[in-house]
């Protein structure tokens, strides 16, 4: 068994263990738009060969395996050519894809649309040759790690509606095959990169939904040395006293502002003393 597409359909219990006992050749896996429960089978760890694995729209929950990511077949540029012919369709980037002369060469992971818990990292960011990865609509908790910017042939990384919380990696500015990313409706903060892939990156709804993100493409401004997750630490002004340069600044036009005041006043006040003393005095010549 090379091909295994169960996909929606109405089945229920729990994903068949024996799967990944009994089909060491497997190389895709679709059980998709189901009602599975519980969690996944570690023994789908024993697949190795496997390349496409689709899980989504199911029940399930529990955490993701941590040998996902071990998978050779995930881990690969891709299998044979003349391995196997088919064609599969794939709903990715937002739209249904149809993969056919090219489907050897295909890599992914789209587990979205569970009740999957644990950490975002649970082995998935060691999945260096997978082009599409979808893990929204679960309940992941954790940091996006630096080494997601490993993922050098990611085309396509949705996850979206978790409870994810840190900056964006700077190192994911070096995923530059990445053409549709989806973090929305997670608790990201930070300053969103503007530099090399994320140049492209340009549609607000991809981080919609994160109250602590800011900077372009939304409308809601970073302020001055705010953290940005870069190589060696965040953001600063190189004086290590943050916004320190600011809080001076405004202290100089305060006092500035002070001075202007009480100059303008005495300069006023002394003017009406003078041309009161002068009218005394005349009228005291006048007297004589």
């Given at each position: 068994?090379v091909?295994l597409?169960?996909?929606?359909?109405r089945?229920?219990?729990k994903?068949?263990?024996w799967?990944?006992e009994?089909m060491h050749?497997?190389m895709?896996?679709?059980?998709?738009?189901?009602s599975f429960?519980g969690n996944i089978?570690?023994q789908?760890?024993?697949?190795?060969?496997?390349h496409?694995?689709?899980l989504?729209?199911?029940?399930?929950?529990?955490?993701?395996p941590?040998c996902i990511?071990?998978l050779?077949?995930?881990?690969?540029?891709?299998i044979?050519?003349i391995?196997y012919?088919?064609?599969?369709?794939?709903?990715?980037k937002?739209r249904v894809?149809l993969?056919?002369?090219?489907?050897?060469l295909?890599?992914?992971?789209?587990?979205s649309n569970?009740n999957?818990?644990?950490?975002?990292t649970?082995?998935?960011?060691?999945t260096?040759k997978?082009w599409?990865f979808?893990?929204?609509?679960n309940h992941l908790?954790?940091q996006i790690?630096s080494?997601?910017?490993?993922?050098?042939?990611i085309?396509?990384?949705?996850i979206?509606?978790?409870?994810?919380?840190?900056?964006i990696?700077?190192?994911?500015t070096s995923?530059?095959?990445?053409?549709?990313?989806?973090l929305?409706?997670?608790?990201l903060?930070?300053?969103?990169?503007t530099t090399n892939?994320?140049l492209?990156?340009?549609?607000?709804?991809i981080y919609?939904?994160?109250?602590g993100?800011?900077g372009?493409p939304?409308?809601?401004?970073?302020?001055n040395?705010?953290?940005?997750?870069k190589p060696?630490g965040?953001e600063d002004?190189?004086?290590?006293d943050?916004?320190?340069?600011?809080?001076?600044?405004?202290?100089g036009?305060?006092i500035?502002?002070?001075i202007?005041f009480?100059?303008g006043?005495?300069g006023?006040?002394?003017?009406?003393s003078?041309?009161?003393?002068g009218e005394l005095h005349?009228?005291?010549?006048?007297?004589e």
């Open positions: 068994m091909n597409d169960l996909g929606d359909n089945f229920t219990g994903l068949p263990a799967i990944g009994c050749n497997l895709i896996l679709y059980l998709w738009s189901n429960s089978p570690h789908f760890c024993g697949l190795s060969k496997l496409i694995m689709n989504s729209h199911n029940r399930l929950t529990g955490h993701i941590h990511g071990n050779s077949g995930l881990k690969s540029k891709g044979d050519e391995t012919q088919g064609k599969l369709k794939v709903v990715a937002g894809l993969y056919d002369s090219t489907l050897y295909f890599n992914s992971i789209d587990l569970n999957l818990s644990g950490r975002y649970n082995g998935t960011n060691r260096h997978t599409y979808n893990l929204s609509t908790t954790g790690p080494s997601d910017g490993n993922l050098e042939w085309e396509t990384l949705d979206s509606m978790n409870h994810i919380s840190s900056p990696p700077f190192s994911m995923l530059t095959f990445l053409n549709h990313l989806n929305s409706y997670n608790n903060s930070g300053k969103i990169p892939q994320f492209t990156l340009d549609d607000p709804s919609q939904g994160n109250v993100l800011c372009r939304l409308l809601t401004e970073c302020p040395h705010s953290g940005q997750s060696g965040d002004d190189g004086d290590g943050g916004d320190g340069g600011d809080k001076f600044e405004k202290l036009l305060i500035n502002i002070v202007v009480f100059v006043f005495w006023v006040c002394g003017t009406l003078s041309r009161g003393l005349i009228s005291a010549l006048l007297t």
